[in-house]
């Protein structure tokens, strides 16, 4: 599975169906400042998420706010999935694909969203786990 600390192509939830699918059949739940996605995935892929982040458009008219906001979101993920999600799901051998949305009113320091990022990994698994 190459290095722990990496955010590949093939990481990234860019299949059309699947985010159709996601959104439409998946479980949801909410995580302040996150909207959290998630749907079993029965395909076969290499690693044992598939993930995309979105940050509305609406609230955060500058698409300089909206990346600086997924750069912070990327970045916290990138750092804490192999050992809260990762590891966890592959022992429970199981494949997901998930969204997470960004639903606060303003832009968060990357500290905040890095403790809350934990805790959505966390909350996921329990989830998944039921």
Known sequence: MGKTYTFTKEERLCNKKLIDQLYHNGSSFLCYPFKVSWLINT????????VLFSVSKKRYKKAVDRNL?????REAYRLHKQQHLYSLLGDADKRIVLS???????IAPYEFIEKKILKLL?????????
Not at 43 to 50: E, N
Request: glycine residues 6%.
């Open 100 to 106: 997470i949305g960004f639903i606060g009113k303003e």
């Open 43 to 50: 395909d076969t892929q290499l690693f044992p998420a598939q």
């Open 69 to 73: 906001i997924k750069r912070r979101i």
């Open 122 to 130: 966390n909350q996921l698994f329990e989830e998944v786990a039921k």
